[in-house]
T-cell receptor, first 114, second 113 residues
């Protein structure tokens, strides 16, 4: 069965600091991996996705993530945090033949302070 | 292009009341989904519809029913609301072949007292 674990329900960084949000997955078949962002009182917006090919994936707003099969990880990073990055971030896994059903992690709330 | 729309945005129900949450998408997507979001639990799939005319249970279907009215619309019904159904409900859609991302609506915040 597929599952997703996000380490740290809350992460706090200073403006300009590195952002690192951790995601580990469990999957018995090749996974497809996604990061979504949710701003307050809004729906989810896709940041980036990994399906096949290059393991370093670049997304919107300067975020990127690297698929590491040996570590079953798909951590999200951004070199320099902005105040506008404050939001909740969700990692999700899907798989071929699964009707694009997503299994979500519990989420990580990112706070950015001056 | 509105994407995925949901109505209502907010709703308060008393225990035992019924209601239907509406969802529509204008992206010509085949697949549609209903999730609930609870603090610390991420989003959990309630029901999904892989294509018009089909619906299937997700992870937490108990207490809910769905209708795929046509390709655009996918409704979620609570027949007898319970306090445990207090949550934020999101509709999503996806389309095309292969693994595609889902597009989410703005959500419905439901409180059952």
């Amino acid at each position: 069965a597929q599952s997703v674990t996000q380490l740290g329900s809350h992460v706090s960084v200073s403006e300009g600091a590195l952002v690192l949000l951790r995601c580990n997955y469990s999957s018995s078949v090749p996974p497809y991996l996604f990061w979504y962002v949710q701003y307050p009182n809004q729906g989810l917006q896709l940041l980036l996705k990994y399906t096949t090919g290059a393991t370093l994936v670049k997304g919107i707003n300067g975020f990127e993530a690297e698929f590491k099969k040996s570590e079953t990880s798909f951590h999200l990073t951004k070199p320099s945090a902005h105040m506008s990055d404050a939001a909740e971030y969700f990692c999700a896994v899907s798989f071929s033949g699964g009707y694009n059903k997503l299994i979500f992690g519990a989420g990580t709330r990112l706070a950015v302070h001056p | 292009n509105a994407g995925v729309t949901q109505t209502p945005k907010f709703q308060v129900l008393k225990t035992g009341q019924s209601m239907t949450l509406q969802c529509a998408q204008d992206m010509n997507h085949n697949s549609m989904y209903w999730y609930r979001q609870d603090p610390g639990m991420g989003l959990r799939l309630i029901y999904y519809s892989a294509s018009e005319g089909t619906t299937d249970k997700g992870e937490v279907p108990n207490g809910y029913n769905v209708s795929r009215l046509n390709k655009r619309e996918f409704s979620l019904r609570l027949e007898s609301a319970a306090p445990s159904q207090t949550s934020v409900y999101f509709c999503a859609s996806s389309g095309g072949t292969g693994v595609k991302e889902q597009y989410f609506g703005p959500g419905t915040r439901l409180t059952v007292t």
